[in-house]
């Protein structure tokens, strides 16, 4: 090519590229008068009222070293500015093996106690129980509507029953949370701009807000099951956060899944505020309920996020211009584009829902990192029991709270009868663990996304539950660490302002769960019968393990069982000396009459 013309052609090109950045950078930012004309439904959160007993702003964002961020956080009002509890929900209708190790692991941790919401209905058998797919939705949304120690502000957990185990403190996992949600709706704002919301009574009072909120939290996965591939549910979800190289060359096209990004819905751990969670469920029980009760809740959740992220995409594709219309055409052929299918049109109820039906705007999205909650699901490769030191530095959040291993032996804490007495056999020796920190554990990490998880979901390949449980930072200590968590009062735990607060749950409770019938059930009720499964000491019976032998306290006192007799002694000859030591000296009756 002669040199003048590839020169020309040179220019020509950067002149090209350089119009395209223009019209992208005009097309991403957001048209304010059109927005106006059409509006999607924004979901309005209940009223904010503080704790009455505490000013620990316990689900505060985590603060930074390098102070307040100059970018307007977007995060909506009532998931970030109130005095909240947390509660930890579990949908589950039998007590085994591996409900008891979920129950273990968030024990020594100190979350809330549990509460069962389908304890005792047991499920007929049948894999497709139409009763017992409705029960469970029910099950969460009635104690979500109904308990009145739950509040609209309060934050919720839910999570399944018979697979995950809790990895790090709840404090952690709260910011965490607040991270994610922070981050989504960073970058909700940048892709779909913001609209006025005016209050009618109000001729002043139009302020700009982000078009679409996140609040809803759920675990991602890297299959879409098991909704068909063309569904809402699976074709019209937005990609994934993490890098599109993160698996090297054949990142998301691995039809094995192993090396795609999770990015759908798993619905075996979900977050967020009480009333945006309840509005989830309701959603989820009118589906279960017109389906017939058939469809499962994985199904009906995906399938919830699946018609919310096609009517955004939807309305953001309809509020554009023609010339950012042709723009989002030409970068689809260069396989650049980062719009999402939309397969139906813009329904006019999506912005003016007049019937319950008619809603698609739930505030649901997804935890991409896996720095909440890591789904096994075709990710076991992806996760390695690591010890975090200068070759894999752990992470902040982690570093700075509260170490797993319990303190010094506290014998003040001893007055309770049903309280484990100490034992030589079974306990900590004082002093043993006082240098074990979060540096010291094996926890487990996503070597892909360089996080350490708070919750590890085991679903998948059931044989993970039994070959990674002797791995857990837990063993093989987890006996003795429950029995020094039952010793151990109700922590004082630290909000991110430096204040503290005593519990997590206003109800109460150590080493057990609550119905929704608000009975309470202890761990060795609930757990009886499965220690040799959990503990794997081969120890026997909780609170049984030494039978009816002798139980000395640290200071060598026996607690239990039957006292030696001195040599020289039978037990006739005992008994006398005591019986004479217990008689009183017979007085004469002056001196009884001088006492007296």
């Not at 970018?71 to 500015?81: A, L």
């Not at 968590?485 to 735990?493: A, D, E, K, N």
Request: charged share 25%; hydrophobic share 30%; proline share 8%.
């Amino acid at each position: 090519m002669h040199p003048t013309r590839s020169r020309r052609f040179k220019v020509v090109a950067i002149l090209f590229f350089a119009c395209i950045l223009v019209l992208a950078s005009a097309w991403r930012r957001t048209d304010r008068g059109s927005s106006t004309e059409r509006q999607p439904y924004v979901h309005q959160s209940p009223s904010v009222s503080p704790l009455p007993f505490t000013d620990v702003f316990i689900t505060d964002p985590p603060p930074t070293s390098r102070g307040p961020s100059k970018q307007r956080d977007s995060t909506p009002k009532h998931v970030k500015e109130y005095k909240a509890s947390l509660h930890l929900l579990i949908p589950n209708s039998e007590h085994d093996g591996h409900f008891c190790k979920t129950l273990l692991s968030s024990f020594l941790l100190n979350y809330p106690p549990p509460t069962i919401t389908d304890y005792g209905k047991a499920p007929t058998g049948d894999g497709e129980d139409k009763a017992a797919h409705g029960r469970k939705i029910q099950g969460v949304y009635d104690f979500l509507s109904k308990d009145k120690k739950v509040r609209d502000e309060d934050l919720v957990l839910i999570i399944d029953g018979s697979d995950v185990w809790f990895q790090l403190p709840p404090e952690v996992l709260v910011k965490r949370y607040h991270n994610v949600i922070r981050d989504a709706n960073q970058r909700l704002k940048q892709r779909y701009g913001t609209v006025v919301r005016q209050k009618p009574w109000e001729a002043l009072s139009r302020r700009w807000v982000p078009t679409y909120v996140q609040t809803v939290m759920f675990a991602s996965d890297k299959l879409c099951w098991p909704n068909p591939a063309d569904s809402p549910a699976c074709a019209s979800l937005p990609p994934s956060t993490l890098p599109p190289d993160a698996y090297g060359p054949e990142t998301d096209k691995d039809p094995d899944g192993f090396k795609n990004r999770p990015r759908f819905l798993n619905a075996g751990t979900i977050i967020g505020p009480v009333s945006d969670v309840r509005a989830v469920y309701e959603r989820a029980l009118e589906k279960v309920e017109r389906g017939g009760g058939a469809r499962g809740e994985q199904s009906v959740f995906a399938e919830i996020l699946g018609e919310q992220e096609e009517q955004r995409e939807a309305f953001r594709q309809t509020s554009r211009g023609r010339l950012q219309r042709w723009l989002e055409q030409y970068l689809s052929v260069l396989g650049t584009s980062s719009s999402t299918p939309v397969k139906s049109l813009v329904k006019e109820t999506t912005a003016y829902p007049d019937h319950r039906y008619d809603r698609y705007e739930f505030s649901i999205g997804l935890d991409y990192t896996s720095s909440v909650v890591q789904t096994l699901t075709h990710s076991t490769s992806d996760v390695s029991f690591l010890t975090h030191n200068s070759t894999h530095p752990l992470p902040n959040d982690v570093l700075t709270a509260r170490p797993p291993i319990p303190g010094p032996y506290e014998p003040t804490y001893l007055a309770a009868s049903s309280l484990p007495p100490f034992s030589t056999n079974l306990d900590l020796e004082p002093g043993c663990f006082e240098k074990e920190t979060w540096l010291t554990l094996p926890l487990a990490t996503n070597t892909i996304t360089h996080t350490i998880p708070a919750l590890i979901h085991v679903n998948g390949d059931r044989s993970y539950l039994q070959e990674w449980w002797p791995k857990m930072w837990l063993q093989p200590y987890a006996r003795a660490l429950l029995r020094a968590y039952m010793r151990t009062p109700q922590p004082m735990l630290w909000g991110v302002k430096g204040r503290r607060q005593r519990t997590w749950d206003r109800r109460g409770g150590r080493g057990g769960v609550w119905t929704t019938k608000a009975t309470w059930i202890g761990w060795d009720e609930i757990c009886k019968g499965v220690e040799d499964e959990v503990f794997m000491d081969g120890k026997g019976v909780w609170m049984k393990e030494e039978g009816d032998g002798k139980i000395f306290n640290e200071w060598g006192t026996q607690i239990t069982g039957e006292k030696d007799t001195p040599a020289g002694k039978n037990e006739s000859t005992e008994r006398g000396e005591s019986l004479e030591k217990s008689e009183p000296a017979e007085k004469d009756s002056s001196t009884e009459e001088k006492e007296t």
